[in-house]
Every structure is written in structure tokens, then in C-alpha cells.
């Protein structure tokens, strides 16, 4: 069996310009939604405060429940559904950060079974101080950045041959961001600030397939974010596990076409580099979707079977894997040309394709 | 092909070590004869799976050093009157040190000697003229705050754990943080909210007296004597339920402290059938108490923990023998961790729960069903979808996905590593992604076939290429977990590590592994054609 039969010879980046707009339009929605929103919903992790996991025997509106809970710190909570409609299970949380959680499920059973009259089982309880929530989310932002900082060393080193440029551009980054962490500046501004100097570095220092893939992983991980803010999801401790898994999974895609296009390079010395491209994820196209698809498969099922617990972990990855699939061909590659019309002013128009 | 022997061999063995570690997790009960050096860890379940607490404390340590600059200021009164130092003022600022006002006609030589003699943690800072005096500071060296912050610490973990051990948790994880915090996880408990308040209770235990010459209406109108304090006795009637709080004026002064117990046991009233402590005291304690009792016959002695009073009985007569009983209407539980608390010490500062993560055993039980129900569900489509598609091929490469399970569940308990419910979706994802070395390598013999390469030389060429990209792509993809690994906490870590096998095992099984069988069939045994789909 085979997806694609005859040798194939799609021109994807003849549509580079049509995949930018697309792709600007995507980053556009998500920057609006975001700052529309106030930022990415972040959870109890992130926020600090309680979130209590309950089951319930039959169905309670959440009015229902706050009443119930009167009286027990936990008379202003917000009350959500969870999981599927026939489990009765229900999420109390608090956003109140001084409230001590010691006890606060056990009071949340006491007054919920006496109260409404029936068997209330406590399935989690999360309590998250502040001070730890803050810490928390520097930490997620220090990793998705250092992550991507060590990647674009790897990668410059693999395919340019640039080891030691990467290496001592990462290092000055990585020393500027902490040191700058330590006069207390704002860590989320400096993570987005040292990425954007990271990726004024790759063009400067022209280190092209660590820019693309810096950029198309960002791509990728913002995408994914847009996607939680569209359905209202909460960016948890997990969730960013998951991103960095997204990331981990995108670079690997990249690699692959990044690997054909260092092999056709050495083939044909000759093409034009666009032509080179093409051929590169033509060749890759049949790997692609098959790989893409087997993942997607076991995500899908993942998110059917996989439980409430791990929803949302299924569904970033989900997400993130049509993303970065999509961005492996239509925003990491095309950013290679970008340096093209500096290099060979002739590059664009040489040769038809072919 | 005495290479291919040798490197069936090295995948044989690769195969025993696993399951030799996979052994302790698959059977209840070892065989005798598994002793010494084989394994006997089996899969740590994380908490998310199997139910428990998790907490992060922090110890207040600045409370010890208010507790310790109190105690130097209650030392230093007599010190002072002996060296014949009148002092106008003295008194504790924050953690700085002391406060000390001397008369404007003192000089400092004598107050000098006395620090160099008998305190030398502290330093004397140039003094600040006001109307009434002079004021001076005994600041505090920063290298003994530390300790005193260090020691509190450290006691503070030392008195959890003794706490934890005595509550009876199996396999508690209790570690320190930085920043004098406490990591804690119990698994598996039934009562966290019990298990939470032992924990968190400082425990310190006081013996004061009722003070009997002053009235009590006075000074809860606000007139509470120098000397003395209000503190409460909560009490819930059994047959109505409901709570009263009595009031009682103390002296503050508390001439005997948990410090002096020695032992605390649970012991049952056999006229009331209720419970109470009692409690053993150290000879000075035993001194103390029998001097008490025999000064005080008649009076009240209020038996106070963490400034609540837990009953004020009335000393009928002078107790020796260092023992002493605490009764209140306990439940047998109270008992049981008032008991606990009492052996394993008080806090040396209180703690403040910074975050709590509870799940309850239900919840754990149906995340592993239901993680292993997808799991099972998504491995079997794929393994028919790649055996469909590549045919032979395909099935070797079913084989090799396959191996990944027990390579990735045995390396989990070679490395002690947690397995988390994210832990389970990345096994899972593995199993996405270890197909696709499967696919890398498989498109590329198809590729090199288009060319008119003959079977072998496809095969081996097509290996040979495609382990280059799957290398690179590993190599990337482990970056993200190794940072993962470092910024992670908990379930994350797990998640981290579980990944970093599963890349592993992925070039073990596609690449290694199912390299032999192909060099079997196509350089051991000749065949021409391939079945690649």
C-alpha cells in the first residue's frame, strides 16, 4: 500500500506567500483573543488558589451547590461541570489566595452530604499558594525559552556546521536573562523580549534553520495557546508539559525535512535552493502524513477514552501536532528562502519549476 | 554471521535485564530465592494514580528567630542586674536583635564585657540619643540568624518525619527544599485531612497557671493584667454538637514545656470508656511539676497547646512521680495524634501550607482504567495500521513497538522513576512516535527500491540513512525532556522521564532491534524480495 503512487511534485513553495498570510492571520486571532481575554486563562497552578474535585449520586446546578456550601470559605467559589455528562462530577474553585487549604475538602464533603443528602465523594483537592503559583509560571516560561535556546544550538550546529556561534549566542542569552531575572525584571516581558532578541541573532548571524525552527515553534506553541483561549480551556502545570511535548515532537517533523534538504543539497549542487526545498518535502510528504496520522490516531483515542483527568492534555497535543505539521512545511521551510534574495539576488525568478 | 550472533545476544540480554526489573511490579510476593542483587523496587505509582497527599511547606523560620531573640531578652534581664547596668528600656526589634535603652550617664564598657562574655552572637551598633536616653541595638550576626534559620529547618523536617513515621504512612516521601520549605507526599491515605493537621500543628505544649487574684470579668472588658493573658477552651458537646468557647485568665509565664516529655500514650478511662493521654515527664520535669502541684494545691494548672487550653484541671494534691494525664472529650483519633505530637516534639516555628494536592483513591483507580484502556485501544489500531501497510515489513516493525513496552515499563523501575497519568500519555505518544522510526526507515528501503536497488543493498541503505534523521530528531526531542526534567515538578518530572526511556527504547527496538531481524532475512538467509507493502 502506498499513499502517494507516481513520484510527487506538489510546489508548496510557490504557495509560500499564501501560507504567510495564512499563518499571520492565525497569529493575528490568537494575539487579539489572548489580549481580549487578558492573557491566557491560566489555572490554579499558575493563579494559586483551591480547586476541589467532587461526585456527585444525581445532577446539581451549581446554584444548587454554592448554597449548599454557605458557610465554609467556600460560599464564593465558582462551580463548573467536569468530565462527561453522566458522572456528576463537579469543580469548586476559589481564586481567594489566603484561604489555607487544610481541611477544605472535608468541610466541602461535610456540608455537601448533609446538606443535599447523599454520598459526596472528594475526588481531588488542589491548593496552590500564590508565592508557589508565581514560581510555577516563571519556571513553565524559563522552559519552553531554554528549551528552544538549546534546540537552536543543536540545530545550527547539525545543519550549518555553526557550533560555535550557536553555542556562545545561547550562552550570552542565557546569562543576560538571568542576570536581568535578578534585578527582579518582569519574567514574562523578559522571555518574550530575550526570544525576539534570540531570533533578531539567527538573522544577523544568519543562521537560518534555527531561526525557522525558533520561529515555526513558536508558531506552534502559540497556536496551541490560541486554541485553549477559542475553547476556554485552562493552561495547566500539565498543559505545559504538553506544550513542551509539541515542541519536542514539531522540531523532530522539522528535522526530517531539515535532514532531506542537507542530503538534496549535496545531490543537486546546482538547483536553486527553493527547488531544493521542494524536492525536500516532497520526498519527506508520504512520512509525513503517515507519521502524522498513526499520532493523530492515538491522541484521538487518547482523548475519547483517556478520561477527564487527561482531556486537555490530549487536546493541546492534538492541536499541536496539526500545527506543527503544518508549520514543518509551511512556515519553517519557507523562512530558509527568506535570506535568498541577500545571497543570490537571483534566487527568486532562475528557474522555472521543476 | 558472528556479528548478528553477537548482537542477538546484546538484544537477548537487553531483554532479560528488563523483565528482571519488570519482576518485583508483576508479582505480589518474591520468590524466596530473589534475593541480594536482583531487583525488588516495583513501579512507583505517583500520586495522581494511586491517591495521596502532596504538600509543600514552608517553615516560618523568622518565627525561631523572634522566639530566640524573646528568649535571649528574657536571659538578659537578670545578666544585666547582676553586671549592676540600669537599663530603661529592653526589648526585641523584628529579627534585627535587641533593643536596649541605657540612662545618659551609662556608659557602655560594662555592657560590652557582658556581650563579649556571655553573647557573642551579638554586636553592639552605635547608639541613637532621644530624650530619655540612649538606644542602642544588639544586632544579631547575620551568620547566626542563618543557623538559627538552618537549625529550625532542619529540626522542623526531623519532627515531621517523626510525626509521619509514628502516624504509620507506607513509604512517605518527605524532603527539604530550598528556602526552608518541606516537600511531603504520603500515598495511598485514607484521611488527609487528619494526616494534614498532625502535620501542620507546631505542638507546643504548655503548663500555665490559672490566675486566680485577678477576675476574669476585668480583664475581658480589656483590663488584662500585666503578667497574665486570655487564652480559650473550645469544646464541643457531644449530645447537641455545637461549640463553646470558655475563656480563662492565665499566667503567662508557662513554668513547664513539652520540652520535658518524654512519652505520650493513649490510654482508655475504665469507668468512662474515653480516652486520655498520659504523659511521662524527665527527671527536671518530674521536679518541676511536683514543686507546681505542691506550691499550688487548689488552684487550676491549665494544660495549653498552641495557645488553646485543652482543660484546667484543679491540682488536689502534690503530684511526683512525673506523671500527668490530659483528658477532654476526646474522639479516639484525638487522642491518638495529640499523643503522636507529643512524643515527636513541637515545631521549632510554625509551618504554613504553601500547596496541597489531594487525590482521593477513586480517582486514581479510574485514571489508570481508563489510561490503559486507550492505551490498549490506540496500540492495537496502530499496529494494524502499520502491518497493513508495510506488510512483513510491518510486522517486524509490530514486534519492535511492542518490545517498547517492557523496555520503557523495566526502565521506569531501573531508574526509580514515578510513573504519572501524564507519565502514561507519554508512553502512549511514544508509541505515535516510535513509528515513526519505523516509517522513517521503511520509506526509505521503499525509496531506495524505486531506484532499482536490489533487496539487501536497499535494506541496508535504507537503514543506514534513515538512522542519521532519527538520531537528530531523538537527539532534539530529548532536549525538550531533559529540560522538562529540570524545571518540572511532580507529575511533570514523571512525564519528563517516561519520555527520555521512551526515546530510548525507540532507537533500541527500530533501530537496533529490528535491524537484526532484517540482516537475519536478507544477508544470513538470502532473500531477494522484500515485503514492504
Not at chain 1, 199 to 224: E, Y
Not at chain 1, 324 to 334: D, L
Amino acid at each position: 500500500m502506498e499513499i502517494f503512487k507516481s513520484k510527487l511534485n506538489i510546489d508548496f513553495i510557490g504557495k509560500r506567500y499564501a501560507a504567510f498570510t495564512l499563518s499571520g492571520l492565525c497569529i493575528l486571532v490568537t494575539l487579539v483573543l489572548l489580549l481580549w481575554r487578558g492573557g491566557p486563562n491560566y489555572g490554579v497552578d499558575f493563579t494559586g488558589g483551591v480547586v476541589i474535585q467532587v461526585k456527585m449520586e444525581k445532577k446539581h446546578t451549581p446554584s444548587e451547590i454554592r448554597e449548599a456550601l454557605a458557610g465554609t470559605q467556600l460560599d464564593d467559589s465558582i462551580i463548573q461541570e467536569f468530565g462527561e455528562t453522566g458522572a456528576f462530577e463537579y469543580l469548586i474553585r476559589v481564586t481567594n489566595p489566603d484561604l489555607q487549604a487544610a481541611g477544605l475538602g472535608d468541610k466541602a464533603q461535610k456540608a455537601l452530604s448533609e446538606k443535599l443528602g447523599e454520598k459526596v465523594d472528594i475526588r481531588q483537592v488542589e491548593m496552590v499558594g500564590p508565592q508557589v503559583g508565581e514560581e510555577l509560571r516563571k519556571k513553565a516560561l524559563y522552559a519552553i525559552f531554554y528549551a528552544l535556546l538549546i534546540m537552536a544550538v543543536y540545530i545550527s550546529g547539525r545543519f550549518e556546521h555553526k557550533w560555535l556561534m550557536a553555542i556562545i549566542m545561547a550562552g550570552c542569552l542565557i546569562a543576560a536573562t538571568s542576570f536581568a531575572a535578578i534585578f527582579g525584571a518582569g519574567v514574562v516581558w523578559l522571555i518574550f523580549i530575550a526570544l525576539f532578541v534570540t531570533i533578531a541573532f539567527c538573522w544577523f548571524l544568519t543562521l537560518r534553520f534555527a531561526m525557522a525552527a525558533i520561529v515555526s515553534l513558536m508558531f506552534d506553541v502559540l497556536i496551541t495557546m490560541g486554541a485553549f483561549a477559542v475553547t476556554n480551556r485552562e493552561i495547566s502545570l500539565s498543559i505545559v508539559a504538553a506544550l513542551l511535548t509539541i515542541v519536542g515532537y514539531s522540531i523532530n517533523d522539522k528535522i526530517v525535512v531539515y535532514d532531506r534538504i542537507r542530503e538534496v543539497l549535496a545531490r543537486f549542487r546546482k538547483m536553486a535552493f527553493k527547488d531544493i526545498i521542494n524536492i525536500s518535502i516532497n520526498e519527506t510528504l508520504s512520512r509525513t502524513i503517515l507519521t502524522g496520522t498513526t499520532t493523530l490516531i492515538v491522541l484521538i483515542v487518547l482523548l475519547i477514552f483517556g478520561g477527564p483527568v487527561i482531556h486537555d492534555f490530549a487536546f493541546a497535543l492534538l492541536v499541536g501536532i496539526i500545527t506543527g505539521t503544518y508549520s514543518s512545511i509551511f512556515v519553517a521551510s519557507p523562512i530558509l528562502l527568506l535570506w535568498e534574495g541577500k545571497i543570490t539576488q537571483s534566487g527568486r525568478n532562475s528557474r522555472p519549476q521543476g | 554471521m558472528k556479528r548478528l550472533g553477537w548482537r542477538a545476544g546484546i538484544a537477548a540480554a537487553l531483554m532479560v535485564i528488563a523483565f528482571v526489573f519488570l519482576v518485583p511490579s508483576m508479582t505480589q510476593e518474591l520468590p524466596p530465592w530473589w534475593s541480594g542483587v536482583l531487583p525488588k523496587d516495583k513501579i512507583h505509582l505517583g500520586l495522581d494514580l494511586q491517591g495521596g497527599v502532596h504538600l509543600i511547606l514552608e517553615v516560618e523560620v523568622k518565627k525561631a528567630a523572634e522566639s530566640y531573640l524573646e528568649r535571649v531578652v528574657e536571659d538578659l534581664k537578670p545578666d544585666l542586674r547582676k553586671s549592676k547596668i540600669r537599663v530603661l528600656d529592653l526589648k526585641r526589634r523584628g529579627i534585627e536583635g535587641i533593643e536596649l535603652t541605657l540612662p545618659p550617664d551609662q556608659d557602655t564598657k560594662d555592657l560590652e564585657t557582658l556581650l563579649g562574655s556571655t553573647y557573642p552572637s551579638f554586636k553592639l551598633e552605635p547608639g541613637v540619643k532621644d530624650e530619655k536616653g540612649r538606644t542602642y541595638l544588639l544586632s544579631l550576626l547575620d551568620q547566626e540568624r542563618t543557623q538559627i534559620f538552618k537549625m529550625a529547618a532542619d529540626q522542623a523536617l526531623e519532627t515531621i518525619r517523626n510525626r509521619i513515621d509514628q502516624f504509620g504512612v507506607t513509604e512517605p516521601d518527605i524532603r527539604p527544599q530550598t528556602g526552608h520549605r518541606i516537600l511531603i507526599q504520603l500515598p495511598g491515605i485514607k484521611d488527609p485531612k487528619r494526616a494534614i493537621d498532625l502535620i501542620g500543628k507546631t505542638a507546643r505544649m504548655e503548663f500555665k497557671l490559672v490566675d486566680e487574684e485577678n477576675s476574669l470579668e476585668e480583664a475581658l472588658k480589656g483590663n488584662v493584667p500585666a503578667g497574665s493573658e486570655i487564652l480559650h477552651e473550645s469544646a464541643v458537646d457531644r449530645k447537641t454538637g455545637r461549640k463553646t468557647s470558655v475563656p480563662f485568665l492565665l499566667k503567662k509565664r508557662a513554668p513547664l514545656t513539652g520540652e520535658s516529655i518524654t512519652d505520650a500514650r493513649v490510654q482508655l478511662d475504665t469507668q468512662m470508656g474515653e480516652p486520655y493521654v498520659s504523659l511521662s515527664f524527665d527527671s527536671r520535669g518530674a521536679r518541676v511539676f511536683e514543686r507546681i502541684t505542691g506550691e499550688n494545691v487548689g488552684k487550676r494548672l491549665a494544660i495549653v497547646l498552641d495557645d488553646k487550653v485543652y482543660s484546667a484541671p484543679v491540682i488536689r494534691d502534690k503530684i511526683s512521680g512525673g506523671k500527668a494525664q490530659i483528658t477532654g472529650a476526646f474522639t479516639m483519633d484525638d487522642a491518638k495524634d495529640l499523643a503522636i505530637v507529643l512524643r515527636a516534639g513541637a515545631l521549632p516555628a510554625p509551618v504554613k501550607i504553601l500547596e496541597e494536592r489531594t487525590v482521593g483513591p477513586s480517582l486514581g483507580k479510574d485514571s489508570i482504567d481508563q489510561g490503559l484502556q486507550s492505551m490498549l485501544i490506540g496500540g492495537i489500531i496502530v499496529l494494524i495500521l502499520v502491518a497493513l501497510y508495510y506488510r512483513l515489513a510491518g510486522l517486524i516493525a509490530d514486534v519492535t513497538l511492542l518490545l517498547n513496552i517492557p523496555f520503557i515499563l523495566g526502565g521506569l523501575a531501573m531508574f526509580g522513576a514515578t510513573l504519572t497519568l501524564p507519565g502514561i500519555a507519554g508512553i502512549i505518544l511514544t508509541i505515535g512516535m516510535s513509528v515513526d522510526a519505523n516509517v522513517l526507515i521503511f520509506e526509505r528501503i521503499r525509496e531506495e527500491l524505486r531506484m532499482g536497488k536490489p533487496a539487501r543493498a536497499a535494506m541496508e541503505a535504507g537503514f543506514s540513512r534513515a538512522v542519521v534523521t532519527i538520531l537528530d530528531s531523538n537527539v532534539t526531542t530529548m532536549i525538550a525532556a531533559l529540560v522538562l526534567l529540570q524545571f518540572g515538578t511532580g507529575p511533570i518530572r514523571g512525564f519528563a522521564v517516561t519520555l527520555m526511556i521512551g526515546l530510548v527504547s525507540n532507537v533500541l527496538t527500530a533501530v537496533f532491534m529490528a535491524r537484526i531481524v532484517f540482516d537475519y532475512l536478507y544477508v544470513h538467509k538470502r532473500w531477494k524480495t522484500i515485503s514492504i507493502g
